[in-house]
Structures are given as C-alpha cells and as structure tokens.
C-alpha cells in the first residue's frame, strides 16, 4: 500500500527549513528518501532502517517512528539547489527489497 | 563507473507495437527493478529482481514481461503496447538494504 506524504507541495526562501512526512499503514523494514528534479532520474538521499540506523547528508537528515510507521525527512537552511520532488519509499516487513514509493512532494526554494 | 544504462532514451510506439527497453547495471548489484513514473506521479513498481534467473511482479506488472539471464541486464518487454502505456520507465538498481541507483530514464509514448 502507497506511503501518504504531507505536504504536497512546499514553497520557502532560501535559508528556511522544510520538514517533509511521509506514513504508512503497514509495518516497516526500512524508508528510503529521493530527490527528483525536473526530467531527472530520482537521487538517493538516505535510508532509514528498522532498529534505528540512519546514513545521510549534512543538513538533510531524517528520523524513524517505527510504531507509528512515520518517517520525517529535515532539510535545514535550504539552498536554492534542494529545489525539487522529494519521494519516500517504504520496504515491508516480510518484502524483499522492494520500495513502495509515495506521491511526492513538491519543495520549491527561492531567493 | 558508468551505472544504470538505459536505452533508448525516447520513444514513439503505434498501439499494438511491441518492443525492448534495455538496462544494464555495472555495480555488479545483485537487485534490479523496473517502475514507471506517470506525469507528476510517484513510481509504481512494474517487475523486479534479486539476481540472475529470478524476477517477480510489482504493483503494476499486466501488458510486460521480463527476464534476468546475468546479473547485469534487465530488459523490460512491452507486448501490444497501448496508450495506458505512456509513460517514463525507470530501471534501477541496489545492493541489498542499499538505496537505489536509478537509469536516466525512457520517455516512452503510444499513439
């Protein structure tokens, strides 16, 4: 079942912060984020696994609700090149590694 | 390292045509996957594989076919395309608990 991401769209100057949710109604083995710019492939981000481990990226950085089946990425003082369609994908529990990915929301950064 | 190759990178099909979106990989990843991304959609998940002579369906399988002979090709096949069809193909691939390394994409459109 698809991952629900709020907001749908976010719009912000340069330097503010930008928290993007993503939630599931199943249990999770692990929640991968994505940026996607426009005509572009998506871009991995970061993973988040069950138990808590987490890898990322200087002022993008992400937390792992593992009872709510909630994941948050964080991006701190934007910069005009985070611009773009953040996607989070969800792994089951019992999947192989396979991503359920969510709608996507649109982060749009001016100066 | 060249990653995800995909081609062609554009294509125009008449309905009924059949053809082959190529995909190789050369991270030696032993999971591949194939999804298509509708306009201002998220990915939905078509086929996917974790090695060489094992696939399985996605979310979205009907009207494809594919086949994993080595580890670094995954070709995806469109029998009898129809106009539901248009769309952009992803190919990726990961290790395992690894984020995805996605292909540049094929704009595919059925008329």
């Known amino acids: 079942q698809q991952p629900v991401q709020s907001p749908q769209a976010v719009i912000l100057r340069e330097g503010e912060d930008a928290v993007i949710n993503c939630s599931s109604s199943k249990a999770l083995y692990s929640v991968h984020w994505y940026r996607q710019k426009h005509g572009e492939a998506p871009v991995f981000l970061m993973i988040?696994?069950?138990?808590?481990e987490q890898k990322g990226h200087e002022k993008i950085s992400a937390s792992f609700n593992e009872k709510k089946q909630q994941s948050s990425l964080y991006l701190t003082a934007s910069q005009l090149s985070y611009s773009g369609t953040y996607f989070c994908g969800t792994e089951g529990i019992q999947g192989a590694q396979k991503l359920v990915f969510g709608q996507g929301t649109r982060l749009t950064i001016n100066p | 390292n060249a990653g995800v190759t995909q081609t062609p990178k554009f294509r125009i099909l008449k309905i009924g045509q059949s053809m082959t979106l190529q995909c190789t990989q050369d991270m030696n990843h032993n999971y591949m996957y194939w999804y298509r991304q509708d306009p201002g959609m998220g990915l939905k998940l078509i086929y996917y594989s974790v090695g060489a002579g094992i696939t399985d369906k996605g979310e979205v399988p009907n009207g494809y076919n594919v086949s994993r002979s080595t580890t670094e090709d995954f070709p995806l096949r469109l029998e009898l395309a129809a106009p539901s069809q248009t769309s952009v193909y992803f190919c990726?691939?990961?290790?395992?608990?690894?984020?995805?390394?996605f292909g540049s994409g094929t704009r595919l459109t059925v008329v």
């Open positions: 988040l696994l069950k138990g808590g």
């Open positions: 990726a691939s990961s290790y395992r608990a690894g984020g995805y390394t």
